[in-house]
């Protein structure tokens, strides 16, 4: 029977059974509801499974020695089990962030704030469990527990190892900032972008590029929040995998570097990745943006938090650490005027436009900024964004996904291409670049090397940078043109 007639034929016999058996007149008035109706936004946000990918806590774990059970006034932090509980939120990126000013300890830096999430974790067992995958944030929820996760912030980390970088996947970490504000060695960051005085290199250099190869094939999610155009641009042309803006805004409506175009809005929807709106009150409203970024007052600013660091030196040295001077920033900030919760509503919802509903989500960078919108004092707070949503229109499936839906497809989709990656280079066994250079460096003969690369080829390109690197450390010309004529795999 084709689809019209079996339901002209339905409601036939719905018809007739209507008129068979009269329905009641339904009661003028309702009977009080005691639960929140299905499509309220209390329901709609209590059933959503709420994941943030940004929080800076980790500082505060390490540096102030505070615990997440800890119910804190909102004006010390945004998070803490009792928000948590009360906005629902069910998984946050806790944000590996290394100073530059730990230079020369970056990885020791990271590798203490990595403990001090597994330590709230340890010390909660009965609500809080770390998770490395999608499916143990849905474990989590299943469980009634909050999913901790970590995210580097800032490539500087890996001390341009990858190596290192493999080593804080096993440790847990799942995402990586390819920078912080600062420019590395191998990546430039939307952060000094104009200084002349910062080595750029056009985006990432050949090292980079292998940073983002090596992060598909771990299953590490490429993250460009922070980075240069430049650097966005490159690392979505090599990432196999979608990937993700943990905390940026929209360029169009707040114009700042850190924030992003709608050009490249478009280009995360053809990427498949995710913008998660970071609630920072410069980067979500043009008229805090401006007000805020008066040299004058920065600079007034800046020579406070100098004369903080100077006055509070620590005795051996180490760097006087955000946490400590914190206090100057937020005071600072309060002299100008929260801007309203729909300025952050506006970035949702343009993001939502452009790059599409699948595209957005939200990376609040709390405990890392000294400003919100109005509204938004803590993670407790988070229902009225939902609210905000279901009065624009949205509807309950869309805000569902804005809130973690679609950050967990994205993690699903790296995983998945990691195991694809792994199981290709299994297959083909192409030697690295940096095998090659290992081999280099430990001597190996260059009938040896020629026979290797012959046998399995290699998985690079030997662009000019890699081919300087290579001589440097004394390869023979014979054994560089066979790696220039392997087979690329
Ligand atoms: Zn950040």
Redesign the pocket.
Known sequence: MNPQRLLACLLLLSGLALAQHPQPKKPAKAAPVTRPKADSALAIHQSALIVDT?ADTPQRFLDENFDLGQNTPIAEGHIDLGKIKQGNLGAEFFSI?VEPEFKGHYARRAMDLIDSVYQQAARHPDKITMAFTADDILHAREQHKFAALMGI?GGHAIENDIRLLRDFYRMGVRYM?LT?SNTNEWADSSGDIQDPNVKHHNGMTDFGKDVVREMNRLGMIVDI??VSDATFYQALLISQAPVIAS?SSARELTNQPRNMTDDMLRAMTNNGGVVMVNFYSAFIDENYRKASSDPEKIKQRDAEVEAFKKAHAHPDGSAVTYDEYAPIEKKWAAQFPRPPLKSLIDHIDHIAKVAGIDHVGLGS?FD?VTSLPEGIDSAADLPKITQALLQRGYTREQIHKILGGNFLRVMHEVEATAKRLQAEHKASDALSFEEIELMVGNRVSTEQLIGRINEHGVSFDLTAERRARLKEQGIEDAALETIARARRR
């Open positions: 940004h962030w912030e900032t912080w929040s922070h905390h960078d890392g």
